[in-house]
């Protein structure tokens, strides 16, 4: 190895590789993009002349004699506020991980799920030497996105002849790891599908969920996870919440007056997210017009199950804190709820059309209410709703009658976006990665609207150009075929299908490739496009003999040669058609395989 020119960067990298960590964790250990470390990992394999990453990480320097051994540090998002109590739940949480491969902390939304996991996740971290990681699906809503999700956390790309799955189970096989998968509830299905895999596959890997309802998995256990002790209960976590939140956004709460607060609590039956929210309100109403202007809503809380009641008690603490809002704050509240990811000052005035000065106060006025999240990042403040309260304000969106215009604005937004993405340069990535869950939700959106059909196919292109260059080539496929249904015209659908046949290809897919193809030439012949048809018929029986290790089930002969014949007749004069046809000919090898 002392002879290889290694650079100081790249022995950095190297170290870290040996120490089993993703391409992610590395990147946030040197303070580098992944795109970066990607570089790095590349031209050391290179060098040093060894077939994959693990072979990398076999000529990674020993560590020194009696150092102690490196775990990788857990991947989990910084809290900016303590978490408070729940001693005996992070016990019996904790148990559950130690005794079960996959658990799911489940409650209803508000009662505290994501602290609690990330409490037991960062308390358990020593226990997984291969690492921790943190997966939020809040701004996922394709449940075929779900592993996507997880390969970005841990630093992956897909690689060609396996799906998103697969690359995931092939990066954690040997590993014993623990993954948190945090509000899977609108992605279950796909979720459940991906658990299956991974947890057959990877036998010392444990998955911690979050969830409104259970995932309905073979290895799953579920944890209920309780509101907040009150006093009845003994001890109150849901007391300490309130008063240190009230502390910390104005003046100490006078212990004397703990019943009062228990009082309020209990109103609130120990929600997590309805007591944050109250205890926001302290230093500008105090105990006695919290206590007033919770007790009208409550009133409607009788009658029902337990469990409806803690819903109905988080809405009625929205309803509350909306109502205390100004009107411009309100606006501004459900406006901002279109972003399905952490946004910025500048995106919110943009999409909003409100002046960015006023927008920056307004946030700042939000995130005081606990009503947004601020976080520090690269590309400078971010805010965001919890997805509890940024359903709320969509809610609050279509009340308005505000929603078709707002999904609008958003989806222009993200057009400008995606073409502002179209130049590829140092910081690209983590650009892409910035607003790649805004622009999915925008076309999830666009696709079921008849009026923004054709912008719709726009972003669909634009986002199957992306995602290719961002190494997420399954995805590609699919949003190439994607604009190819919301085309319109059949020549732009040829177009559009032809570009996923390619793709197809490139992930050694032999069957996709071949029905894109197929599809490609029934469009361009409905566009009058008959040498384009010829080429496509060509190239799909050429796959079926030049890559049928790429297929799980090949055409039969006789099909294909069916289809030389109809892309002979096709092609009449046309050179390129005759050119392809002459390729895919003669029949030969087809009848060798």
């Known amino acids: 190895m002392a002879a290889v020119d290694i650079s100081p960067r790249e022995a950095e990298v190297l170290k870290l590789v040996g120490a089993h960590l993703s391409n992610a964790e590395i990147g946030a250990r040197l303070c580098i993009s992944v795109r970066t470390v990607e570089s790095h990992v590349s031209s050391l394999l290179r060098k040093l002349d060894v077939p994959d990453r693990r072979a990398l990480a076999q000529r990674a320097p020993e560590p020194a004699a009696g150092a102690a051994p490196s775990h990788p540090a857990p991947v989990l998002p910084s809290l900016l506020t303590s978490f408070i109590g729940r001693a005996s739940e992070r016990a019996e949480l904790a148990e559950m991980l130690r005794t079960h491969r996959q658990v799911t902390a489940a409650g209803p939304g508000g009662v505290g799920k994501t602290r609690l996991a990330l409490a037991v996740a960062a308390e358990a971290a020593g226990d997984y030497p291969d690492g921790v990681w943190f997966v939020d699906l809040v701004p996922v809503t394709d449940p075929g996105m779900a592993a996507t999700a997880v390969a970005g956390a841990l630093g992956l790309g897909e690689q060609p002849g396996r799906d ?19 509000n899977c509830e609108q992605v279950a299905d796909g979720v459940a599908l991906f658990l299956e895999r991974l947890l057959a596959a990877c036998p010392r890997v444990t998955v911690l969920a979050t969830s409104r309802a259970r995932l309905m998995v073979p290895f799953e256990r579920v944890y209920a996870v309780p509101p907040l002790s009150l006093p009845a209960d003994g001890g109150s976590d849901a007391v300490t919440l309130f008063m240190e939140r009230a502390a910390a956004v104005g003046r100490p709460v006078d212990p004397a007056l703990r019943d009062q607060i228990a009082a309020i609590c209990e109103r609130l039956d120990g929600m997590a997210l309805a007591i944050e929210l109250a205890a926001a309100r302290y230093s500008t109403l105090g105990l006695d017009g919290i206590t007033a202007a919770l007790s009208h809503p409550l009133r409607m809380l009788t009658g029902g199950s337990r469990a409806d009641q803690r819903h109905r008690s988080v809405r009625a603490a929205l309803d509350w804190s909306h109502a205390l809002l100004e009107p411009a704050d309100q606006a501004l509240l459900r406006r901002v709820s279109v972003f399905a990811a952490p946004f910025t000052a500048a995106a919110a005035a943009e999409v909003t059309g409100d002046d960015e000065g006023l927008v920056i106060d307004g946030l700042a006025r939000l995130a005081e209410q606990s009503l947004l999240v601020v976080s520090a990042s690269p590309a400078g403040t971010e805010y965001r709703a919890l997805e509890t309260i940024r359903q709320y304000g969509t809610e609050r ?12 604005r958003h989806l222009r937004w993200c057009l400008r976006r995606a073409a502002a993405l179209a130049v590829v340069g140092e910081d690209w990535r983590p650009r892409f990665d910035q607003v790649a869950d805004d622009l999915r939700a925008a076309l999830a959106w666009a696709a079921d609207q008849p009026e923004r059909r054709g912008e719709a196919y726009e972003l ?68 009058g496009d008959p040498a384009g048809a010829a080429t496509d018929l060509a190239i799909a029986a050429t796959a079926t003999f ?10 039969a002969p006789a099909e294909v040669l069916a289809l ?30």
């Open 164 to 182: 998103m799955t697969e690359s995931v189970v092939a990066a954690l096989a040997d590993r014993h790891a623990l993954l948190v998968l945090d």
């Open 397 to 408: 969106l279509t009340e308005a009658g505000e929603l078709a215009d707002l999904r609008s």
């Open 460 to 527: 669909a292109r634009s986002l199957a150009e992306l995602t290719f260059t961002r190494n997420l080539i399954g995805e590609s496929q699919r949003r190439h075929e994607q604009a190819a249904a919301l085309a319109e015209n059949p020549g732009s659908a040829a177009l559009s299908l032809r570009h996923a046949a390619v793709v197809a290809g490139c992930r050694m897919r032999g069957d996709d490739l071949f029905r894109l193809r197929r599809a490609a030439a029934d469009a361009a012949r409905t566009a």
């Open 546 to 555: 030049r890559f049928a290790t790429t297929f799980v089930q090949l055409p």
């Open 564 to 593: 030389i014949d109809e892309a002979r007749t096709l092609a009449g004069t046309d050179p390129a058609a005759q050119a392809a046809v002459a390729t895919a000919g003669p029949a030969g090898p087809l009848t060798r395989r």
